[in-house]
């Protein structure tokens, strides 16, 4: 099982900014595809970007698309999604996962389809709010 941590949600205004990390100590995780997904009450999870295991072409949703921007650093074993002109409609739990997918899949992919291959970090909360 690889094990991933998120950080860095927040409370923030339209408009503001956002850095999220996903950090892992397992020895095999950059041979995985990365991906942020996020999840609203009472709706499925769904991917916001996803990013390789070479971290060269990452995937956007088009809904994020000129203001997200999602990086991986291979020697810390971190990827981060810096997201900016963020709106009410980023609400969410941001949860990264960890899948041996290539990352348009990988983000497309419902959650379900998702089960047998991924491992989910526990979370970390963003709320857009005037």
């Known amino acids: 099982q690889v094990q991933l941590v998120e950080s860095g949600g927040g409370l923030v205004q339209p408009g503001g900014s956002l850095r999220l990390s996903c950090v892992s100590s397992a020895l095999t995780i950059n041979d995985y595809t990365i991906g942020w997904f996020r999840q609203v009450p009472g709706q499925e999870r769904k991917g916001v970007s996803c990013?390789?295991?070479?971290?060269?072409?990452?995937y956007y949703a088009d809904t994020v698309k000129g203001r997200f921007t999602v990086s991986r650093d291979m020697d810390t074993k971190t990827v981060v999604l810096q997201m900016s002109s963020l709106e009410p409609d980023d609400t969410g739990t941001y949860y990264c996962g960890a899948a041996p997918l290539e990352e348009k899949t990988m983000c497309e992919m419902d959650a379900e389809q998702l089960r047998p291959y991924i491992d989910w970090g526990q979370g970390t909360q963003v709320a857009v709010t005037p």
């Open positions: 990013v390789g295991n070479r971290g060269a072409s990452p």
